[in-house]
């Protein structure tokens, strides 16, 4: 009875934990949709820069996009080094 109880304790637990986990990710997103919107307000092509600054963010760790749509890229290492198959720049 006690091992039951146990194992309905952790199993709420785990439940808890990846919950809080889904929400902290769904923040992150929201967080780099108001960086890259700002990043991309002066760009020429508004929709790619978006969509390409967005991947971006998701897979730095750290969600950094430089401030700024003239920043300097450098500010974010992550977001810095990323480059495409052609090694060429792939964040804007």
Do not use: I
């Amino acid at each position: 009875m006690a091992g039951t109880k146990t194992t309905l304790a952790v199993m709420c637990l785990l439940l808890l934990l990846s919950e809080v986990g889904m929400l902290m990710v769904e923040a992150e997103r929201d967080d780099c949709e108001t960086k890259c919107a700002f990043r991309c307000s002066k760009s020429w092509k508004p929709k790619m820069c978006h969509k390409t600054c967005n991947t971006c963010c998701q897979r730095c760790n750290d969600g950094c996009v430089p401030p700024g749509p003239t920043a300097n890229r450098d500010v974010c290492p992550c977001y810095a080094q990323m480059k495409t198959h052609g090694n060429r720049y792939k964040c804007p």
